[in-house]
């Protein structure tokens, strides 16, 4: 049974551009959230989605954005890149209320 | 009040010993606590939850021990390991959902001498 995927590994962009990450849930999961964590932090929240709504949503500019497809996968964007964005991306899967599982991250470097 | 507080930041603890790590919360309607384990280069890894009405839990090595009136919990090792050495972070989510948004508490490094 495939875990949480999360796609690419790395990712290298420049200041200003845009970046789209993807994840795919653990089999029979329907709920993804996503966190960033800053290198020596805990994960912060950015938002969740649930039957292809974002339910909640952390205290991130709109600047972050994403997306549920009908497969439960999700997309994390991220428009106008800072160097500040740096960080470990984590998708986290979940039957709705349930305990979250986390993917092994994409770590974005914003030159 | 969303913040979780978690000490100490670092621990060295001989094999064999206990390792123990502790959490605080502010927000009363924090109901979920899970620990996690994360592996550099890896995603958290599920350990162990607890809900406030037991005030401990216990799944092999591992023991969440809980007082809800301090609004603290720990997580106990005992016979800590080598392999035991990774980052730990204590979280909370509220509304007795557990999918709901972790404020996770900012990690305890822990190295297991052997």
């Known amino acids: 049974d495939a875990g949480v995927t999360q796609s690419p590994t790395h990712l290298i962009k420049t200041r200003g551009q845009q970046v789209t990450l993807r994840c795919s849930p653990k089999s029979g999961h329907d709920t993804v959230s996503w966190y960033q964590q800053a290198l020596g932090q805990g994960p912060q929240f950015i938002f969740q989605y649930y039957e292809e709504e974002e339910r909640q949503r952390g205290n991130f500019p709109d600047r972050f954005s994403g997306h549920q497809f009908p497969n439960y996968s999700s997309e994390l964007n991220v428009n106008a890149l800072l160097l500040g964005d740096s960080a470990l991306y984590l998708c986290a899967s979940s039957s709705w209320g349930r305990e979250q599982y986390f993917g092994p991250g994409t770590r974005l470097t914003v030159t | 009040q969303q913040q979780v507080k978690q000490s100490p930041q670092s621990l060295i603890v001989q094999k064999g010993g206990i390792s123990i790590i502790n959490c605080a919360y502010e927000?009363?309607?924090?109901?979920?606590f899970p620990w996690y384990q994360q592996f550099p280069g890896k995603g958290p890894a599920l350990l162990i939850a607890?809900?406030?009405?037991?005030s401990e839990k216990k799944e092999g090595r591992f023991t969440i021990s809980f007082n809800k009136s301090a609004k603290q919990f720990s997580l106990h090792i005992m016979d800590s390991q080598p392999g035991d050495s990774a980052t730990y972070f204590c979280a909370a989510s509220s509304d007795d959902n557990a999918g709901n948004m972790l404020t996770f508490g900012g990690g305890t490094r822990l190295m297991v001498k052997p």
């Open positions: 927000n009363t309607a924090f109901d979920y």
């Open positions: 607890i809900r406030p009405d037991v």
